[in-house]
């Protein structure tokens, strides 16, 4: 049987459903309950539904609960660590999100050693006309372990769903496209074009950017502390991503609080929302 694809609704995963034992079947998102019939299937259904009963019906109905918010009881660790989940599952093993990890853990841990060597692949803003490939070089570069494991936590929770929709060579033009444009625009608007920067974070902003596009209304899941207990919310990705992120991207950048290329993270999230946004009007995922 093929794959059952995504729901047109909400774009997440589609199930396939048999009825009963028979061949007729139909495709059920995990995530809006939204059934979707073959046109093949659509008459024998048609027929099915109007002889079945209100038992054999249920199937056809999702859960009666739909709010993304939510509030319970978390490990403390968790919390502690401030870790974050979405619940959205995929079809398949990610694995270019792996390879990008691995290949940023490598760079970056080469980078430690060897640190004098490192400085030619930072992207310079007053320079990178000079050396083009500090564009590609510096994304896979790090400060230190905390940048690192951070970024690729980031990564790995939003970058596997977007792999899974675009395929996996159109998620890695993706991730290397969104990290030259948060270049860009951070060398247009930079203030200090004689530090390095380096960093992974525009493009995973990009990936964050696209996974706004895709789901919105997908369920993110947060882990946090309060007087030492560990509790779990969660909201919708609109609401995360759109308003919490990328808000006080914009607002760290407004108020310009040192240490950080926020314009970078700006630049990547409105490349990977405005090409993900274009892909799907042209009915190219």
Known sequence: MADPGFCPSCNQLLEFHHIGESVLH??????????????????????????ASA???????????????GLTEGSLLDGLLGLFTDDNPVRRFPWVTVALILVNVMMS??????????????????????ALQTFLTSMFMHADIFHLVGNM??????????EDRLGRWKYLLLYLATGVCADLLYIALTTQPNIP????????????????????GAKIRINDT??????????????????????FQVFYAWVNIPGVAWFAHIGGFAAGFVSVFF???????
């Open 279 to 285: 892909l799907r009007q042209l009915n190219a995922l």
């Open 197 to 216: 920067t380096l960093g992974a974070s525009g493009a995973i902003s990009g990936i964050m950017g696209a996974y706004l596009v895709l789901y919105p």
């Open 226 to 247: 309060f007087f030492l207990r560990g509790f779990e919310y969660s909201m919708p990705a609109w609401l995360y991503l759109g308003i919490l992120f990328f808000g």
């Open 153 to 162: 936590y980031c990564l790995w929770v939003f970058g596997d769903n977007i």
């Open 26 to 51: 139909f495709r059920k998102c995990v995530h809006c309950d939204g059934v979707w019939l073959d046109r093949e299937n659509l008459a024998p259904l048609t027929r099915w539904f109007a002889s």
């Open 109 to 130: 841990a080469w980078s430690l050693f060897f640190k004098e060597q490192a400085k030619s692949l930072y992207l310079v803003p007053g320079e990178a006309r000079f």
């Open 55 to 69: 038992y054999e019906h249920t199937p056809l109905y999702g859960n009666t609960e739909k709010s993304a918010f």
